[in-house]
């Protein structure tokens, strides 16, 4: 997890720091002290209309982890960052992994800054001068102007622009000057390493999961087999241009809600690996490459489970 060129993050952003203009008199030339000194009165009386008449920012929206309900992802922040308020989220295998809308809003900026900077990246505006950015996404599923609702997929995580390893860039501002990140209401660690497990739409009440196959594996990924079990449907998936498998068991019940479930995927004469936990909507995606190999592939939902025999093979 990091970004291309320095110790610390580099991504390149227009600067938010505006320099101070001098104060002019009417012919346009600099004034001196006394003439400010002289003035002071007046202008604090009128400033003090201006600020009692501003309009004052709302309060924070209740953000949560950009990443399904249920899922534990770590967190770094350090003081070499840009900006030093923002934090970088990743997992084990996490390219392509879904990444959801931190809270509900519009989409004001969908950009591709290429191999510098934020890459592939979107900003949500969540209203009261609040926002959140998401950057180094290997695709965007949004476009400006669309509303999004909190949990809905926004993109997937990559690594574009200034980045030297498949990771989620995360900021959250105010009037567009970053600040110290929340999620369910508590701030995260600064500075250091952290996991955080998602409480994003953990709330149930849905009977269709909003999740498929292909989302939880991130683009390129094909459903090639599948299996029912109790509670979710678990699906093998292929990608065709790195040669990845990718196992994930999507819940069918209790959705939204975080409960036992778990997805595993093993190569022939490998270890398995397997991601279980109580999630709110899928285990996994658990990648692995398996060249002239073949694969066992299953899932499990508190005592009911599937497991396959080693085939596709190759």
Known sequence: MGERGSTGCTTVRPSQARTAEPFLDDEGKTMNVKRMISGVAGLAIGLGVLVLGAPQAGAATNFELPFPCGQTWSGQTRTGHSPQLAIDLNRGADEGDAVVASAAGKVSKVRNEGSTSYGRWVEIDHGSGWTTRYAHLSAQKVSVGQSVSQGQTIGNVGNT???????????????????KIKFSGTTILYYGTKSYKSNNKCGGGGTTNPYTPEEACGDGYKVVDGADVTGARVSLLYNASNGYNCVVAIKTTKIGTASDVGAFLEVQGEARTTDRDEYGYYAGPVKKKAPGKCVKWGGVVGSSSYTSAFEHCG
């Open 161 to 179: 622009g200034g980045s030297t390893g498949a990771h989620l860039h995360f900021e959250q501002l105010l009037n567009g000057t970053p600040q």
